[in-house]
Nanobody, 118 residues
């Protein structure tokens, strides 16, 4: 059974940082790319970032480029999202998502709430 568990969210002030984690299980983690998405209140789900299976290739939405950094530890089946210089518009529930090799299904965790407010 695929399981994704995000953590690390919280309430911070503008300009501060948070580091999100997503621990995965139930599939060969080191073989697949991982994604981060977010959903702000009343808004559509927004793709945030992607990291390749080996961690050498990363992509970011324009809205977070230069402020967020995605990384992964394949030995611990964990993907991270370092978020620096947070802005109020970053307030959202953040999810990690995966489509395991050989599957046509996207799996998403429960998410972790990030609130940026002064």
């Amino acid at each position: 059974e695929v399981n994704l568990a995000e953590s690390g969210g919280g309430l911070v002030q503008p300009g501060e940082s948070l580091r999100l984690s997503c621990v995965a299980s139930g599939f060969p983690f080191s073989r697949v790319a991982m994604h981060w998405f977010r959903q702000a209140p009343g808004k559509e789900v927004e793709w945030v970032s992607r990291i390749s299976s080996g961690g050498l290739s990363t992509d970011y939405a324009d809205s977070v480029k230069g402020r967020f950094t995605v990384s992964r530890d394949n030995d611990k089946s964990t993907v991270f999202l370092q978020m620096d210089n947070l802005k109020p518009e970053d307030t959202a529930v953040y999810f990690c998502q995966v489509r395991p090799v050989g599957s046509n299904t996207d799996y998403r965790g429960q998410g972790t709430q990030v609130t940026v407010s002064s």
